[in-house]
């Protein structure tokens, strides 16, 4: 099984028991969230395309954690003029998981 869906304005491939990292969702671990916007669904050798999301099925995702990258240093500088800045940034992801798929 694999499916193909838009969240956040952002596309996302999945595939069995695999864990996606996303944008950070503003909500708590184990909780769940239903995702309607699929583009292409691959589930029991059957294959559904969405024009341009598939109608009358959607999928239920687990959260399973909130993480931060690693921390990568932003530099400004310019020449001669004695300016130098260092900022660093670490963004926030949500680790999520595919629980089950539904018919409505």
Known sequence: MYVIFQFNNKQYISKDNQI???????????????????????????LFIGN??????????????????KKIKILKFKRRKNYLKI?????????????NIIEV
């Open 20 to 46: 996606l990292k996303v944008d950070k969702i503003n909500l708590n671990i184990n909780s769940e969230i239903e995702i309607n916007n699929l583009i292409l669904l691959n589930y029991n050798n059957k």
């Open 52 to 69: 341009p999301f598939i109608k009358n099925i959607k999928i239920i995702v687990k959260i399973i954690n909130h993480i931060r990258t």
């Open 87 to 99: 900022n660093n940034h670490r963004q926030w992801f949500t680790n999520i998981k595919i629980k």
